[in-house]
């Protein structure tokens, strides 16, 4: 398997439960470069499910989308800086000074504790909502402007998103379907080779992983469908 494609696959750890969530990292772990951490997942089971996974090894996500007042959501970003987690995300729509706030608080926590400063990811417009090119790229441009690290973007949108952002500036592109999957609730989809030839670092996969019938080999072959874009990182 190419490291460098394993490292772009985010499995979302879609999962109730503290015991399912450990069950799919084991098995899905070795064939992805980063779990993600969602607020159902997190709610239910806690900062402890995620000092457990990264003490097993494993790069997470923590999906949790904090839109509020800048003071509140730096104490959050705080808190997920804390946690040793790889990255995190906050809503670009909660404005530049909220993303300031974010960024500038967890980068200071994590230089306090002596931990790598977690990268911080603003979402644009949900991929199970409608949206325009314009909307999203303008979104992007306040994120990177306030101090994020990249920004969450459907693959429709990861083209123009590099063209106003640079590279350097990462691109998550979630509602990620591989080749004769169902759309479920996503509106803008794609499948891997598709995300990567658009622009994305990383992509994010849940269902077409957790439901089949071989998490690992299902993990595995949207790893070798990245390979077959033909685009490394």
């Known amino acids: 398997m190419n490291d460098r494609e394993r490292s772009r696959l985010i499995v979302a750890l879609d999962v109730p439960t503290r015991s399912e969530a450990l069950s799919f990292a084991r098995r899905v ?3 992805a470069g980063f779990l ?5 997942l997190f709610t239910a089971e806690g900062p402890d499910l995620v000092r457990a996974l990264k003490s097993a090894g494993h790069g997470i996500f923590l999906d949790l989308k904090y839109h509020d007042i800048p003071n509140t959501v730096a104490e959050a970003a705080a808190a997920a800086a804390g946690l040793g987690v790889d990255f995190f ?3 670009a729509s909660g404005g530049a000074d909220m993303v300031r706030a974010a960024a500038e608080a967890s980068r200071e926590e994590a230089s306090r504790l002596g931990l790598p400063r977690p990268r911080l990811l603003a979402v644009t417009v949900l991929t199970s909502m409608p949206s325009t090119v314009e909307q999203v790229t303008q979104l992007a441009r306040l994120a990177r402007d306030a101090g994020a690290d990249g920004v969450v973007a459907s693959a429709q949108e990861a083209r123009a998103v590099r063209d106003v952002t640079g590279s ?4 998550v592109t979630p509602g990620i379907r591989p080749a004769g999957a169902g759309r479920n609730d996503q509106r803008r989809v794609a499948t891997p080779a598709e995300a990567v ?4 670092d990383y992509i994010v996969v849940g269902r077409p992983v957790l439901a089949a019938d071989d998490p690992a080999a299902a993990a595995r072959a949207i790893v070798e469908e990245m390979q077959s874009a033909g685009v490394t990182p």
């Not at 993600?36 to 159902?40: A, E, H, I, L, N």
């Not at 350097?168 to 691109?171: A, D, E, K, L, Y």
């Not at 030839?197 to 994305?200: C, D, L, R």
């Open 29 to 31: 772990g070795p064939h």
């Open 36 to 40: 993600k951490v969602g607020s159902r």
């Open 89 to 91: 995300d906050v809503h």
């Open 168 to 171: 350097g500036f990462v691109i």
């Open 197 to 200: 030839a658009s622009g994305a």
